[in-house]
C-alpha cells in the first residue's frame, strides 16, 4: 500500500522545480527504465538462444525467472519506501551495472568456462528483483512531487512503463542490435539507465538527500558510468580474445549479420571450419563425405533443374554442377552474408569450387518456407541443406506444412534428399523428421554415411575431435511416388570417397535403426525437443 502519510505529509515542499514539472520527470525516468529494463530482458533471450540454443526454452526462462524476482522486487521494496530517493538512485545504479554487464558476462562464461545455462538464471534473478523494486519507489516519488489519489498515481506510472517497454523493446533490433551489436548495445544502455536515474533523484530530490547521501549516489553513478564506458572501449579486446577461446587461433573472419554470427576459421582451403552462431556447419577435412552423400543419391534420375534449400556455402552446389546435364541451379540462402563469403573468401570459395562463378547457378535471399509458398516453379531434384531440425528457428522448416510445399514444387518423378541429423545420435529426431516428410505427401528412404571425422553439419560443439568422431550423418530421400532406391546418380562424375555398397548399407543400417509411431512436426505442434 502507499505510504500516503509520507507523500501527503511532504507534499512538494522543498523540491526545485514546480509540481507538474516534477511529476513529468519522474514519469520521463520511468520510461526510460523502463525502455533499459526490456532491452536487459531481450539481450539476455537473445544471447542465450545463440550461446545454448532452443530459443523458446531460453525465453521461457529469462521471462519466468524474471517475472518471479520482480514479485520478489516488489515485496523488498516496501522497506525501502521511507527514503526513496536514495533507494531508488542507488537501485537504477545497481540496476545499470547488472544489466550493462550482463552480456558481457555471459558469453564470457560461455566462451572461458563452458557453461552459461547458471549464470543466464541468476542475472535474470538479479535483474529481475531490481526491475520489481523500481514500481514501488517511483509511486512514492510520484506522491512526493506531485500528490494525487493512488488510481491516478498507478495508471500514469504504468502507461509511462509500459510506453518505455514498447521502445526499448523496438529498439533493441531495429537500432541497438545493427548499430552496436549486443555487447556494445547492452553496456550503452547501462550507461543510459544509470544517467537517467541518478539525473532524477540527485535534480528532483537533491534536497532530501543528506550530503553524505548525495556524494555516495554520484560515487556510486560515476563509478557505473566509468565501469559501462571502459567496458565498450576494451569490448573489442574482449570479443576477439573470447572467439580465440571458442574458435580456436585462427579466427579469420567474425561477422554478425542480421541472422546469425559468422565465423571462418583456419588459414586455407584445407584447414577451414565454418560456424554460424557457435555450430560448426562445415570442416573441410570431411566436408566433401556430407555434400557427397546429400547430393549424388538425389541426383539418379531427371536433374534439369535443380533447388537448393539453405546452402549458402556453395558445397552442395559445387556438387550439383558437376553433371553436365544440369541446366538451372537455384540456391534459396535466407543470410545474403553467407554467400557473399561463399563468392569472396579466398579458402571459402576456393572450397566450393568457385560454384557462384557458374552462370547455371541462382542466388535467391530469402526465407525457404515463404519463397516456397510464392514460388511456382517444378524442380527435378531438391536438396535441404539446412540448419539442424532442433535449432528452434529452423523447425518450421522441418515441418509437414513445409514438406508439402516442397511436394508441390517436386515434378512428377522428382526426388528430396533432406540432412536430418544424425541418426545413432538423436534417433528420435531423424524419425519425427521422416515422419514429417511422409505426412507432407512424400515416400521416404533413410541412410546413413560416417564421415572419417564424425559429423560436423548439426554439430553444436565447438571443433573437438573426439566429439566429431562420435557422429554420423543421417539422411532422407523421397519421391512423391514410391521412394526413390539410395544409389549414385547415373551417368554423372565419380565421387571422391563415396561407393554404392557404402550407401546400400547405410540404407540398410538406417532402416534397422527405425523408431515406429512418432508423430510428424507440424507448424502448431513442433517435435524437435532434442537440441545438441
Known amino acids: 500500500m502507499i505510504d500516503q502519510h509520507t507523500s501527503l505529509r511532504g507534499g512538494a515542499a522543498g523540491l526545485p522545480v514546480r509540481p507538474r514539472t516534477g511529476r513529468l520527470l519522474v514519469l520521463a525516468a520511468v520510461f526510460v527504465c523502463a525502455a533499459c529494463g526490456l532491452v536487459y530482458e531481450l539481450e539476455l533471450v537473445a544471447l542465450a538462444s545463440y550461446l545454448i540454443g532452443d ?105 509511462a512503463d509500459y510506453v518505455g517497454a514498447l ?26 539507465n544509470a544517467a537517467a536515474g541518478g539525473a532524477l533523484v540527485l535534480w528532483v530530490f537533491r534536497r532530501d538527500l543528506s550530503g553524505r547521501s548525495r556524494w555516495l549516489l554520484v560515487l556510486a553513478n560515476v563509478s557505473v558510468i566509468t565501469v559501462l564506458a571502459t567496458a565498450t572501449v576494451l569490448v573489442d579486446d574482449f570479443e576477439r580474445a573470447a572467439r580465440r577461446a571458442v574458435y580456436g587461433d585462427q579466427v579469420r573472419v567474425a561477422v554478425q549479420t542480421g541472422v546469425q554470427e559468422v565465423v571462418l576459421t583456419g588459414a586455407d582451403r584445407d584447414s577451414l571450419d565454418l560456424y554460424l552462431d557457435g555450430r560448426l556447419r562445415v570442416s573441410a577435412r570431411d566436408e566433401y563425405r556430407y555434400h557427397e552423400a546429400l547430393v549424388h543419391p538425389a541426383m539418379n534420375g531427371p536433374r534439369a533443374r535443380v533447388l537448393i534449400l539453405g546452402g549458402g556455402d556453395g558445397l552442395a552446389a559445387r556438387e550439383v554442377l558437376r553433371y553436365d546435364d544440369v541446366r538451372s541451379v537455384t540456391v534459396v540462402e535466407l543470410d545474403p552474408e553467407v554467400t557473399r563469403l561463399a563468392r569472396t573468401d579466398p579458402a571459402l570459395s576456393e572450397l566450393n569450387g568457385h560454384a557462384f562463378r557458374d552462370p547455371r547457378l541462382t542466388v535467391v535471399s530469402a526465407d525457404a518456407f515463404p519463397w516456397l509458398r510464392a514460388d511456382r516453379g517444378r524442380y527435378d531434384v531438391v536438396v535441404s541443406d539446412l540448419p539442424d531440425p532442433g535449432i528452434t528457428a529452423s523447425t518450421k522448416l522441418y515441418s509437414a506444412e513445409f514438406y508439402g510445399l516442397v511436394a ?118 513442433p517435435r524437435y525437443w532434442e537440441e545438441a
Open 55 to 159: 530459443s523458446v526454452t531460453q525465453a521461457s526462462v529469462v521471462l519466468s525467472v524474471m517475472v518471479f524476482a520482480m514479485g520478489i522486487g516488489s515485496l523488498l521494496a516496501k522497506r525501502l519506501r521511507c527514503h526513496a530517493a536514495v533507494g531508488f538512485g542507488l537501485l537504477e545504479a545497481a540496476l545499470a551495472l547488472i544489466g550493462g554487464s550482463s552480456a558481457l558476462v555471459l558469453y564470457a562464461s560461455f566462451a572461458w568456462l563452458g557453461e552459461s545455462q547458471y549464470v543466464l538464471v541468476g542475472f535474470s534473478l538479479a535483474i529481475g528483483v531490481l526491475i520489481g523494486a523500481e514500481i514501488p519507489l517511483l509511486m512514492t516519488l510520484i506522491q512526493r512531487v506531485d500528490r494525487q489519489d493512488a488510481g491516478g498515481a498507478v495508471a500514469d506510472l504504468f502507461a
Open 167 to 192: 521502445v526499448g523493446g523496438l529498439a533493441f533490433p531495429f537500432l541497438l542490435l545493427p548499430m552496436l551489436g549486443q555487447l556494445t548495445g547492452t553496456l550503452f544502455t547501462g550507461s543510459v
Open 408 to 525: 508441390e514444387a517436386l515434378a512428377p518423378d522428382g526426388r528430396l534428399v533432406v540432412h536430418a541429423g544424425p541418426l545413432g545420435a538423436r534417433p528420435q529426431t531423424f524419425w519425427t523428421v521422416e515422419a514429417s516428410v511422409r505426412a507432407g505427401g512424400l515416400a521416404p528412404r533413410p541412410y546413413r554415411v560416417t564421415g572419417r571425422y564424425g559429423g560436423f553439419a548439426a554439430s553444436p560443439d565447438r571443433g573437438g575431435d573426439d566429439d566429431r568422431e562420435r557422429e554420423d550423418w543421417g539422411f532422407l530421400l523421397a519421391g512423391p511416388g514410391a521412394a526413390p532406391q539410395v544409389v549414385l546418380g547415373a551417368g554423372g562424375p565419380e565421387p571422391r570417397s563415396l561407393e554404392g555398397p557404402e550407401l546400400r548399407e547405410g540404407a540398410r543400417e538406417a532402416a534397422g535403426a527405425r523408431l515406429p509411431g512418432l508423430a510428424p512436426s507440424t507448424l502448431t505442434h
